[in-house]
């Protein structure tokens, strides 16, 4: 419903996009391919992926119609769009690509354009800071567990949800998502879909 609403330009997905047994939803994949923006689609892993199988995970990911970047930047013509591993990954020895930002972005060509960086987790290379735009995370579904989470998560994280000004013209901004981690319940933790929009200046 909200695709169908605000019909965006690009989606992304920062990872965690699916938990369990990934074969048996097969339909959400069909539903997600149905999603067709003009810009594509882009997805990083997130941790969930790595316990649950990093294979099937990506088959699945692929299947919905993503792009998945995996150590990567892809030019779009007026941005670009990287994305690493999840660092969760060196615990399965399944690690593709640079999975530190800074390493990805430091030669990265064209960096005089809008650079959207995809990462699960909102943890962050300070030195990469000033080589992005707009960083993308998830993880933290808002803390989920209120006030449990929105006491530790800011101890371990950039920043819990929302919007985070970190200087020399990096943003980050974090998704609650809609889904849960463990229990499926959420408390005082609503989720979202955000919807930026990125003006010329």
């Known amino acids: 419903k909200v695709y169908n609403a605000y019909k965006p330009d690009i989606l992304v997905s920062t990872g965690d996009l699916v938990d369990g ?3 048996r939803k097969d339909g959400l994949a069909v539903a997600l391919a149905e999603m067709d ?3 594509g689609k882009f997805a990083v892993l997130g941790n969930h992926e790595y316990y649950r199988g990093v294979d099937q995970a990506v088959e699945f990911t692929k299947s919905a119609g993503f792009k998945l970047l995996r150590g990567e930047v892809i030019d779009l013509g007026f941005m670009l769009v990287a994305g690493v591993d999840d660092d969760d990954c060196r615990l399965f020895n399944a690690c593709i690509g640079p999975i530190n930002e ?7 060509p064209n960096r005089d354009k809008f650079v ?12 990469a800071v000033g ?11 808002g803390g989920v567990y209120y006030p449990v989470g929105k006491f530790i998560i800011p101890k371990l994280f950039e ?32 989720p979202d879909v955000a919807i930026i929009d990125i003006v010329k200046k």
């Open 21 to 23: 047994n990934m074969k």
């Open 37 to 39: 923006p003009p810009m």
């Open 102 to 108: 800074y390493e990805l972005l430091k030669d990265a």
């Open 116 to 127: 959207l960086l995809l990462k699960h987790k909102p943890r962050l290379d300070k030195r």
């Open 131 to 141: 080589m992005f735009d707009l960083m993308l995370s998830g993880h933290t579904h």
């Open 159 to 190: 920043a819990n949800a929302g919007w985070v000004d970190l200087g020399k013209g990096s943003y980050l901004f974090v998704s609650r998502g809609v889904g849960t981690g463990g229990p499926p319940m959420r408390l005082l933790a609503p």
